[in-house]
Nanobody, 125 residues
Framework: VQLQASGGGLVQAGGSLRLSCAASGRTSSDATTGWFRQSAGKEREFVAA????????YYADSVKGRFTISRDNAKNTVHLQMNSLKPEDTAVYYCAYGRGLITSSIRSPERYGYWGQGTQVTVSS
């Protein structure tokens, strides 16, 4: 599976961005696509995930109510709509793909077997 992330950029606080993660290759119906982020000096942290089979979504508390993860099945693409952005959202964002993840492991980056290149999101105050 290959993942191509896009959509990062520079935005003022309160603004919006939409990230996209296009998957190609041997994708499967039991997959979960997740978004993680990593800022300087910090560990990679979970942001959001979407389980393909049930369309169940998961969010980190820090983004709940501001970010929305969704899927375009026709394009095999997962989007992350980010609204009301804050300077603390500044990070490199990565999309990830994992098969057969149980709910308790969805927030763990080591459970995902495939990763896209990162895309920088910078929120200015």
């Amino acid at each position: 599976v290959q993942l191509q992330a896009s959509g990062g950029g520079l935005v003022q606080a309160g603004g919006s961005l939409r990230l996209s993660c296009a998957a190609s290759g041997r994708t499967s119906s039991d997959a979960t696509t997740g978004w993680f982020r990593q800022s300087a000096g910090k560990e990679r942290e979970f942001v959001a995930a979407l389980r393909r089979s049930t369309a169940t979504t998961y969010y980190a508390d820090s983004v709940k109510g501001r970010f929305t993860i969704s899927r375009d099945n026709a394009k095999n693409t997962v989007h992350l709509q980010m609204n009301s952005l804050k300077p603390e959202d500044t990070a490199v964002y990565y999309c990830a793909y994992g098969r057969g993840l149980i709910t308790s492991s969805i927030r763990s980056p080591e459970r995902y077997g495939y990763w896209g290149q990162g895309t920088q999101v910078t929120v200015s105050s």
